[in-house]
T-cell receptor
Framework: NAGVTQTPKFRILKIGQSMTLQCAQD?????MYWYRQDPGMGLKLIYY???????DKGEVPNGYNVSRSTTEDFPLRLELAAPSQTSVYFC????????????FGPGTRLTVT | EDKVVQSPLSLVVHEGDTVTLNCSYE??????LLWYKQEKKAPTFLFML????IEKKSGRLSSILDKKELFSILNITATQTGDSAVYLC????????????FGKGTKLSVIP
């Protein structure tokens, strides 16, 4: 049981490039989330999904896109990377909604230069 | 806009000390307050509190929620160096909202 896995662990992007951050969970959770964490700050929700085929925006969705074609996978797409997207990205999942325990992946540290 | 404020932002204590971390919240249609511990990597779940005045305990850690005064505290007794981490609290709304509002965290450093 791997829990929540994320790839890659680190990435450096040039301004304007695009990439996809991968997230997978093997706990059969319906709810999945993408957060970003800037230095000295709490986590901010980018997008979330309540099940396969259903996604919605969180607090800071601009510059990102998501899809959820299976229960297990929830990739996050960055289009036209900007320095403001330099951050640590965490994927999480939960059996029930946001107000319940969430299981986090190990994070992806992204630098945009 | 929901808000969660943690204090202090950082704290240095010696092994064996007892610490209290604070979390105040303003969350519309509040459902629960969650505490997470974040070491180098991903946050790990500690407690979920929904009822006022009921203490949750796990070993040397305990937490309580005051829904009237809108705050929660996390206590750690007999601290160990392994307790060094950032402690995050987050507030959630009732069903229909999937957003947790996180505080900035309290960085706890326990020195031998």
């Amino acid at each position: 049981n791997a829990g929540v896995t994320q790839t890659p662990k680190f990435r450096i992007l040039k301004i304007g490039q695009s990439m996809t951050l991968q997230c997978a969970q093997d706990m059969n959770h319906n709810y999945m989330y993408w957060y970003r964490q800037d230095p000295g700050m709490g986590l901010k929700l980018i997008y979330y999904s309540v099940g396969a085929g259903i996604t919605d925006k969180g607090e800071v969705p601009n510059g990102y896109n998501v899809s959820r074609s299976t229960t297990e996978d929830f990739p996050l797409r960055l289009e036209l990377a900007a320095p403001s997207q330099t951050s640590v990205y965490f994927c999480a999942s939960s059996y029930m909604g946001a107000g319940y325990e969430q299981y986090f992946g190990p994070g992806t540290r992204l630098t945009v230069t | 806009e929901d808000k969660v404020v943690q204090s202090p932002l950082s704290l240095v204590v010696h092994e064996g000390d007892t610490v209290t971390l604070n979390c105040s919240y303003e969350v519309t249609n509040f459902r629960s307050l969650l505490w997470y511990k974040q070491e180098k990597k991903a946050p790990t779940f500690l407690f979920m509190l929904t009822s006022s005045g009921i203490e949750k305990k796990s070993g040397r850690l305990s937490s309580i929620l005051d829904k009237k005064e809108l705050f929660s505290i996390l206590n750690i007794t007999a601290t160990q160096t392994g307790d060094s981490a950032v402690y995050l609290c987050a507030g959630s709304r009732k069903a229909g909202s999937y957003q947790l509002t996180f505080g900035k965290g309290t960085k706890l450093s326990v020195i031998p």
